[in-house]
């Protein structure tokens, strides 16, 4: 199949979008939110595009760190960047206060990062706390857009805003159907943050578009999404992060793989048989974790194998993944109740009265009404 060309918002840039006057002449000082991910088509890093154009002061780093070599959740400190001999500021944990505010001593600050298109994705969150100190501070913000990575489907639930929190911070779907800059332009209008907020949109994307169709290199977004194929089963099995099964996390297959050393594989299989799963086959599988959960011990598992997109569902798919292996299972347990009510946005799974199948079937009414309130945001066509 032939690749889509696509440019992403840093290489339109570079063709001259337009941006806020303020930072027009080379002396303008600008700020860069950014990673690994935040290249042209050809790896060059945006900062060194930035630096050419402006007088690049800072970066700022998100979860995993500028140079994505931090785990998930791990610490992120300030530093001085060797390679660029900038400063690194850290927005994540709890001291990224101190690097928002030194963003009142830029006169802009842009974003370049690759999203995954989950809810619980922790990049646009830091995009958008930035967006908030910016606002407060008269600071224009540049949204360097960035190609879908599992296309702009929303599906799954919406988030309760009492389940707020740095996992799931807004009423978004699961899958939320955006691009980082179609977030930033929903999420600057409906939180009235009031942010001077510019997106430059990528050339040659559509609405159904994976990251893998189009002509790009592929870099992944944070250690634990390898794939695209991963990154389309996280909206659904990230739902496995407060429970004592392992999501794959410290295999090849992150997300992909599911397990435990008790978990009865063969009997889970047959009742999801019984179930609808488009788009998605199931096989048992055996595996070692050599990091996370179940460290060096052999987990007995089950590897989804997408074999259509287009119809697979992976908040549904993992939802009765779930709730079979509850079901069957004496030893599976929510290690983190609290922390898997934020994941899915209320506190209904963790319910010893959930019911999986008359959960899913409520869902399309509320995304229906989801679609509408971000439609006006989009910025490419179906």
Known sequence: MKKAVVSPGAEVLLSGAPLPKSIAAKAARVGLITNPTGVLPNLRPTFDVLAELYTLAALFSPEHGVR?????????????DEATGLPVYSTYGPGKGAAFRRMAELDCVFFDMQDVGARYYTYQYTMTESMEACAAFGVPFVVLDRPPMIGCIPQGNILSPAFSSFVGKYATAARTGLTIGEFARFINETERIGCALTVVPCAGVTRGLYYDEAALP???????????????????????????????????????????????????????????????????TFYTPYSAKFRGERCRGIQIHITDRAAFRPFETAL???????????????????????????????????????????LDAPLAEYRKKIEPFYLYES
């Open 320 to 362: 009765r993944l779930l709730c079979v292996i509850r079901a069957q299972n004496p030893e599976f347990a929510y290690a983190d109740p609290e922390f898997e009510s934020k994941l899915f946005g209320s506190d209904a799974l963790v319910s010893a009265s959930f019911d999986c199948e008359r959960y899913i079937s409520a």
């Open 68 to 80: 994505g070599d931090v785990d998930a959740g791990g610490d992120v400190p300030d530093y001085v």
């Open 218 to 284: 592929f870099v992944p977004p944070s250690p634990a999404i390898p794939t695209v194929d991963c990154a389309l089963v996280y909206p659904g099995t990230c739902l496995l992060e407060g429970t004592n099964l392992s999501d794959g996390r410290g295999t090849a297959k992150p997300f992909e793989m599911i397990g435990a050393p008790w978990l009865r594989v063969r009997d889970a299989i047959h009742a999801l048989s019984l179930l609808p799963h488009e788009g998605c086959l199931f096989r048992e």
